[in-house]
């Protein structure tokens, strides 16, 4: 009995390594793409932001919901004036200083005409959000990159904003102690895909033990109601680390991330398809988390269709598993 339980356990482990885990439950107001969580410590309030609606939020009590969306953060759009692109993507929220932080992308799919904006309220209720622009990280038709999915990292008393989608991928560029412009005008690759179209983006730097961890979407995020990617070319979360906040990002085999390496985190399975768009939230009692959107292939494959998915992360081996 005791071979076959052990058994059983190298085999449940090998499963889990390699990616597969079904979604903690949700309820409430559940659809979302490209998911941001925040906890406000006052009265422990749930708070999730998503792409759509000029950035929508809800709250709940806890990650489980029931979530109960609030409105906009920017009814009125963004100050950010890019002609004909006025869609808010990819918000990524923090507290600094006291103070809520939302970094949002003005664009519109598959263009290099982009921009990373910030607003920012200090209790997070309805209608309590200041829109102060772009932060600096733009793009134009030719750039290294394209401006969007901002992610906020603050290391000793640094604060780095990573970034990109597509074209060169991932970048990442040094703020100002207020972390709300640019400290200087260069920035650094820290992941890449050579082959395709270089689908990566999304990306999320986390800290767990002695090493920083950069988990990124790779993959066809979107429109699978009307044309489905090749089996393996949708979405999916991988991982790179490093012992700096600032690279070299390496994955499981050693391979860099700016080298096309990168290790499967989540990916499809059974009835879960297309998992990215994630982040990682420190829960108090559960501990790290990861939380992301993915399409239920019982439910339907459009883009407002998605939804809030999360696991618990384990990093006890060094490198993270669902």
Not at 43 to 63: E, P, W
Not at 190 to 209: M, P, Q, T, V
Request: aromatic share 14%; glycine share 12%.
């Amino acid at each position: 009995m005791y071979v076959l339980a052990s058994a059983v356990a190298l085999l449940l482990h090998a499963y889990v390594v390699q990616g597969y885990a079904d979604p903690g439950s949700c309820s409430g107001s559940c659809n979302v793409h490209d998911p941001a969580l925040i906890r406000r410590e006052s009265d422990g309030t749930y708070f999730r932001f998503s792409t759509g609606n000029d950035i929508s939020y809800a709250s709940a009590s806890s990650i489980e919901g029931p979530w109960t969306a609030i409105g906009s953060v920017l009814p009125d759009g963004s100050s950010i004036d890019i002609a004909g692109y006025n869609d808010l993507w990819a918000p990524d929220v923090n507290l600094v200083d006291g103070v809520y932080y939302v970094y949002y992308s003005v664009s519109t799919f598959g263009s290099q005409e982009s921009a990373v904006g910030l607003a920012t309220s200090s209790t997070m209720e309805l209608d309590s959000w200041t829109d102060l622009g772009r932060v600096g990280v733009d793009s134009y038709t030719g750039s290294a990159y394209n401006a969007i999915d901002g992610n906020l990292f603050l290391d000793g008393s640094t604060y780095y904003l990573q970034f990109g989608s597509f074209w060169g991928d991932i970048y990442q560029v040094e703020l100002n102690s207020a972390a709300t412009a640019v400290a200087g005008s260069s920035s650094q690759n820290i992941a890449y895909d050579s082959s395709g179209d270089h689908a990566e983006e999304g990306s999320f730097l986390y800290k767990y033990g002695d090493y920083y961890y950069l988990f990124y979407s790779a993959g066809i995020c979107c429109g699978y109601d009307t044309s489905l990617p090749a089996s393996g070319d949708e979405y999916k979360i991988k991982v790179c680390r490093s012992t700096t906040a600032t690279g070299t990002f390496v994955d499981e085999d050693g391979v860099a991330c700016t080298a096309s390496g990168g290790t499967i985190v989540l990916e499809s399975h059974d009835t879960v398809y297309g998992p990215g768009g994630q982040g990682i939230f420190t829960d108090p009692t559960l501990g790290p988390v990861l939380y992301y959107h993915y399409v239920d292939t019982t439910i339907g494959y459009a883009d407002d269709q998605k939804l809030f998915g999360w696991n618990v992360i384990d990093f006890s081996s060094g490198w993270p598993v669902v």
